[in-house]
């Protein structure tokens, strides 16, 4: 296996005082090192050469991508720096040491390739890909599926046994990840990645259809841009590809079917028997809220494998899955009160880190109103967004009444509801500073009790009762009347949402 500079480099440096000079190659180019022969004119191009500098010619014929290993430091080195890369050991130490330590890192590295090809013939598993390359990059070695999970790691204690597999990289980290890869999940190649102080080298993974599959990712040593070993981490990923697509890493759990059986009965379509069965069974457990999960602003959309492992991390036994651009998700609710709670404030900071906006519907039992209740949820964002633009979770019962008094319309204006009168009020409150209108609702949220609706408009009973009065007579309505009460009371609703949904 050849290697470069920099791999070479970062290996002799950990037994010798060494620095290196000359601009090092990316690619993968260098032959096993040779020892340099007294009278040697020419350098050829991507060998390694050993040599003290007692023993360099001055100045031999030098071809490209060469590599010096000198041992002692002399003036005639310029002369080298300016045409190769040189790795200079400063010390005088034992030549033939040295020779013995560039042999091995490339015996290690060939090894290496073997062990990985032979894993590979037969049905080795991605964990075994990174155990195998560990002693080659000493530092944990993380992979990622396509949701996000932490699936393989080494070493093995890097994933807190097995309590740490499955879980979905925490948010602060794949917000990181993102901004990375500016929201693109379709980057090929080495790239790195910075997370506040630390910097990690990453590849993407995808498989032989070019679908994305998950993302390898380890983090660099000190002091290192991780270009030198771009090509090892993308060969490892190339042979972490190859593992996953013979031996699959699929987590267990029944989610995936039953959001297949959500989806199949919000499409309308029928179920077979042993789906049927299933959502019985779902039946069983409980009462349930559908929620509908907008994103906010267009470069927040976040993949929704992620959105789904985060959500169901929060709360378990949640089922979710794409619908028209949305995230839909069925969320069990008998919980506990404090499970609520709990809930409520991690959704708060979710939807505020991510840009997204949530809407719930009201408890149900029945999976096969589901489409129902995910209008609600709908109707939830519609409203929330319309009345109360700056909170970011709305729940549906807050706006029940809103909708229905929207809905209750119907293919008419608002004015075709106007009872005789109505406009003359509506004329008299645009041209004066007394309300009729307020006076009005306030009188009618009071249930026609003149003593409370005066208490809450600081107005004297008289001055209520006269005004009142002149209210009747210019509606020409009775207001003991149930249903005429009704009637004004839902158009004034309507007026309220109107001149609210105006003023945003």
Known sequence: MKLNEAILFSRLRRHYDAVLYGTPSTALHLFPPELYLDHCDRLCADHVYLATVEHLPHRPTIEKGVLLVCI???????????????????????????????????????DWESRLLTLLTGAASAQEVLECAYPIFRRPIYLLDEAFHYIASAP????????????????????????????????????????????????????????????????????????GEALLVEFLAHMVERAMEISPVLMENENSSLAEILLTTMRELPLSRSQKTQLRALHQRGSYLCISIHYLKRFSALPVSYLCATIGALLPGSILFEWNNTLLGVIPWNQGEAAQRSWDGAMAQLVQEMHLCIGISTPFSDLYLLRTFYAQAEAAI???????????????????????????????????????????????????????????????????????????????????????????????????????????????????????????
């Open 72 to 110: 002692g430091e002399s003036s005639r080195l310029g002369y080298y720096k300016e045409r190769a890369s040189v790795i200079l050991i400063r010390k005088k130490v034992d030549f033939f040491g040295v020779f013995q330590c560039l042999q091995a890192i490339y015996n290690q590295f060939s």
């Open 156 to 227: 093995t204690y890097g994933r807190e046994g097995v309590s740490r597999r499955w879980k979905p990289l925490e948010l602060d980290n794949f917000l990181s990840f993102l901004r990375s890869q500016e929201l693109s999940m379709d980057k090929k190649g080495f790239f790195v990645m910075q997370c506040e102080d630390r910097a990690f080298s990453c590849v993407n993974l995808f498989s032989s259809h070019n679908t994305y599959i998950g993302c390898l990712y380890m983090e660099l040593e000190d002091n290192n841009d991780g270009q």
């Open 382 to 504: 519609e409203n929330g967004q319309l009345l109360n633009a700056d909170e970011r979770i709305h729940r549906f019962s807050q706006y029940a009444l809103s909708e229905m008094v929207v809905n209750s319309l119907g293919r008419f204006p608002m004015e075709a509801y106007y009872p005789e009168g109505f406009q003359a009020l509506l004329t008299h409150d645009a041209a004066s500073d007394v309300s009729y209108l307020e006076t009005l609702k306030v009188y009618l949220e009071e249930n026609s009790s003149l003593s409370a609706a005066s208490r809450r408009l600081y107005l004297h009973r008289s001055t209520l009762v006269e005004r009142m009065e002149r209210i009747e007579k210019e509606l020409a309505v009775d207001l003991k009347n149930p249903d005429q009460r009704l009637q004004l009371q839902i158009l004034l609703k309507a007026l309220e949402l109107e001149q609210k949904m105006k003023a945003k």
